[in-house]
């Protein structure tokens, strides 16, 4: 097969998934999302020396890419290297580094997760780096299910602000994360359409300190698609609701950060 033709399997991967309605294998060999995955701060800095040290061949050479993932064991070789992934020039003795490295400690701490939630971890190096003004804020949301016979019906509301600007949208949902989802999306559209491509593939829900009950803290990881790439996110709340518009707020900056 022409090397050509090989850069396009990831590609084609992902479209057979699709077809089949399939939800994408990330430990699937070649074109799964960790296949290239790299964690530990000293085999990140020997990626970043020697790559084949530990591939033995180029990810893009099969459509893929190399991820590094960062938790609270990172060292300043893996936010050099995952910075670098995401586009974001970092060097090790940047004075931005100290603080990256103090807020994601602080932030797992609280049962924050970034080994699956590259989104969130690249606006959080990013704003540290850039100190821009943010695409949007969410001034305002409403859940609520109220039951109808024998189905039940779930609304949220969201207020948007864009600049001097808002959106004010109501939408109904299959459940209450659902209607946030389309209501958050419905507004935001309105100033960025490319975000109507936006698709939730996956929604994930850990209960972080069982021993309170249903006071617990949860955490909530969403992976969102573009159709031609896919990224996580994530949130943590003793509300289930906040946690989840927390991982959905960073999913749509970072789909737009990514342009």
Not at 129 to 156: I, K, N, Q, W
């Amino acid at each position: 097969m022409p090397e050509s033709s090989l850069r396009k399997l990831r590609e084609l991967s992902l479209f057979v998934d699709e077809i089949a309605n399939f939800k994408p294998d990330p430990r699937q060999p070649w074109v799964g999302a960790t296949a290239f995955a790299h964690k530990g701060g000293m085999h990140a800095h020997a990626v970043e020396r020697l790559a084949r040290s530990y591939e033995h061949i180029h990810p893009e050479t099969v459509g893929n890419s190399r991820r590094v993932l960062v938790s609270d064991m990172s060292g300043r070789s893996n936010i050099v290297a995952k910075a670098k992934e995401l586009g974001l020039k970092l060097a090790p003795d940047a004075p931005e580094m100290k603080a990256i490295l103090a807020r994601i400690k602080e932030l797992e701490n609280e049962g924050l997760e970034f080994e699956a939630a590259e989104g969130s971890l690249a606006l959080l190096i990013q704003r540290h780096l850039r100190h821009r003004e943010l695409p949007f804020v969410v001034e305002g949301y409403h859940v609520s299910m109220r039951g109808d016979g024998s189905t039940t019906v779930c609304e949220a509301t969201v207020k948007v602000r864009v600049k001097d600007k808002s959106a004010h949208t109501v939408a109904e949902g299959d459940g209450p994360v659902n209607a946030l989802d389309s209501a958050l999306r419905q507004a935001l559209s309105r100033f960025f359409p490319q975000l109507r491509r936006l698709k939730l593939t996956d929604y994930k829900v850990r209960i972080l300190d069982s021993a309170t009950g249903t006071a617990a803290r949860t955490r909530v990881l969403i992976t969102t698609s573009n159709g031609k790439g896919e990224w996580g996110t994530v949130g943590v709340s003793e509300n289930i609701i906040t946690a989840s518009l927390q991982a959905l707020v960073d999913s749509m900056e970072y789909a737009l950060m990514r342009k």
